[in-house]
């Protein structure tokens, strides 16, 4: 992702963020607005950020609170779901684009579905990766959640949160970078069931500096990028996301959400992973088929299943992007084509000047 396009905004509570600006190329082209999750930067979307791009779509990357070039607070409190929403809508300010198509993945589908329920006028469309919507969860007990993903799976899914909130979990994987990175990002998905999800699993492993592969799905550049800017930037900021979770941080702040009108009044695009073993797709799968329940097939809600790990759209680019563009297309009534093999992906594509 080219330097050049890159911009810096100090938002309205001081902060400042560091984010990937291109315009449309017409009018009739929507603004994408790729948000990430946990350890990422906005250099993950980079594949999706060239393909959309040369098509003409607005594109809207930030390196999200905490990450790469932007603020990094270590408060957990800042990291509250309502005032990153007021972030995103001060970058979009800037840069005079009212609505925009949203895409979430890991901790940026919890982003995503908060600043749905608080600004909908600002949305065009939603699309979720990996992590599907999650609705207010005001009663949150992280011990609860513990029991209730053992008794369903058969072991815990989110034994790791404790160890990202804990105060030397930052230290602990900085000191062993090499194995954090290999189980984040991992070679086997599998590996998420024995050293992740479990409770202390994630702390054994990356503490022992456990040698596992490195990911063949991830260029070599990738990688690079990846372990630079957690080598620059540390990781006590982006924890931040898991204290403020498991601390409550979010309780509050659901519990004062209005009535959320059930189906959205935009269309919602839910992409699940099939080999991701701790963000299960069956499970907000289920949550996206209860809220559209009654409603039409295909009318508001997509759904589409990836053979993938976590990370779809760095594992399988070029599928995960002909999905999501055609869903694109299909809702915002554009249709766009940039080369021959687009045209016959979708043959009744028409060119947009």
């Known amino acids: 992702m080219q330097k050049s396009f890159y911009r810096t905004l100090r938002v309205s509570r001081g902060l400042d963020y560091n984010y990937y600006f291109s315009p449309s190329r017409s009018s009739k082209q929507a603004y994408i607005f790729f948000v990430h999750g ?3 930067t ?3 979307w980079h594949h999706q950020v060239t393909f959309f791009q040369e098509r003409g779509y607005g594109i809207i990357v930030p390196d999200m609170l905490g990450y790469g070039g932007t603020s990094k607070p270590t408060d957990p409190t800042l990291y509250r779901f309502d005032a990153i929403s007021k972030d995103l809508i001060d970058i979009m300010d800037a840069e005079n684009v009212f609505k925009a198509i949203f895409v979430g993945h890991d901790w940026g589908c919890a982003a995503v579905s908060r600043f749905l329920l608080l600004h909908p006028s600002r949305f065009q469309a939603a699309a979720f990766l990996a992590v599907g919507y999650m609705p207010p ?21 989110f034994g790791y949160f404790s160890f990202f909130e804990s105060e030397e979990g930052s ?9 954090f990175l290999n189980i984040l990002y991992p070679e086997d998905p599998k ?9 202390d699993a994630i702390r054994d492993s990356i503490s022992s500096g456990k040698v596992l592969p490195s990911a063949s799905w991830l260029s070599s550049e990738d990688k690079a990028h990846q372990k630079k800017v957690i080598q620059d930037g540390g990781l006590a900021a982006p924890t931040c996301y898991y204290k403020a979770k498991v601390r409550g941080v979010h309780n509050a702040e659901d519990q004062a959400l209005p009535p ?15 080999e991701d073993f701790i963000c299960i797709a069956p499970v907000y799968k289920q949550i996206m088929d209860q809220i559209y329940s009654g409603s039409q097939a295909g009318v508001g809600y997509t759904y ?11 594992q399988i680019p070029d599928e995960f992007n ?30 947009v000047d």
């Open 42 to 44: 906005s250099h993950d």
């Open 260 to 274: 959320t009108a059930f189906p959205f009044d935009v269309p919602i695009f839910f992409g699940g992973a099939t």
């Open 137 to 157: 969860d005001p009663n949150f007990d992280y011990e609860k959640s513990l029991r209730d993903s053992k008794a369903a799976f058969g072991y815990e899914l």
């Open 304 to 314: 589409r299943e990836f053979k993938a790990n976590h990370w779809v759209m760095m």
């Open 322 to 351: 002909r999905e999501l563009a055609e869903w694109i297309q299909r809702v915002t009534g554009v249709w766009v084509w940039r080369s021959v093999s687009d045209f016959e992906y979708h043959r009744d594509w028409t060119s």
């Open 171 to 179: 230290s602990i994987s900085m000191d062993n970078l090499d194995t």
């Open 191 to 199: 590996t998420w069931i024995t050293d992740m999800g479990p409770i």
């Open 38 to 40: 946990f350890p990422s």
